[in-house]
Structures are given as C-alpha cells and as structure tokens.
C-alpha cells in the first residue's frame, strides 16, 4: 500500500487541492489495477513520513501492530484516520468464505502405515550425481 497524491479542483471557486488516499495495487484479469482504501483528506508531510504513514495503515487495517509506533505524531494521523475507515467494508473482507471443500476429522492414534520408505539419502544421491 502507498499514499496517493491527487490533485482535485472546486468548480464554483476554482481552487486547487493536493488531496491524499491510501491506495492498494491489485492485479485483475485486464492487468494491474489500484483500488482507494481510505481517503485521507489533506496532510502536511514530506514523503518519508507518507511512506511511514502507509505502513501504519496498512498494519493497523490488518491487525498487526506496527514498528512505527514511537512516532506518536503519525500515530494520532493514523488513528484519525482509520476512524473514516469504512468498516462494512473490513467486515466483509473479514468474513471468512465458505469453501468447496468438504473437512472431516481424523484420529492420528489409529492410522496405520505400511511399506514406509525414506526419501532423504535418496534425493541427497540424486543431487550429488547431478553436480
């Protein structure tokens, strides 16, 4: 994930505006793709601290803690921001899929193995023939 800059105009005034997303590339049948996680609205940061910025978010989206968390400024950015996060969306990407396959369960105890062989000196003579 990366923050996207964007310029966007006001059409009754005129006005320019730098507006920033997060913004996550994906692959799709038609080719690479960028799909808008969260707007960020307008920020005042260099480049670096958008490249930590990001990397909070995408922990943060996921989870995870982040190992940027000393920088408390960007902290509070990130925490502000996710609080615009559309959850419907977290939620339904959350969900976990019902699968085609069907699971059954087994006892380890009461498997039995017959005509066992080992694979390791085999594959290691294979390799040392080759070279």
Do not use: C, W
Not at 56 to 78: D, M
């Amino acid at each position: 994930m990366y923050i996207r800059e964007t310029l966007t105009r006001n059409k009754k005034t005129g006005t320019t505006y730098k507006i920033f997303r997060l913004v996550e590339a994906i692959r799709t049948h038609s080719g690479p793709r960028q799909r808008v996680i969260l707007n960020l609205g307008t920020l005042d940061l260099s480049k670096v601290q958008r490249k930590i910025l990001a990397r909070i978010l995408e922990a943060r989206i996921s989870g995870q803690k982040s190992l940027f968390e000393e920088n408390t400024a960007l902290v509070k950015i990130a925490e502000e921001a996710l609080q615009n996060l559309d959850y419907r969306k977290t939620l339904e990407q959350g969900k976990p899929q019902e699968s085609a396959t069907e699971l059954a369960s087994i006892d380890l105890k009461s498997l039995k193995f017959s005509e066992n062989r080992s694979v390791g000196p085999e594959i290691l003579g294979h390799f040392a023939q080759m070279q």
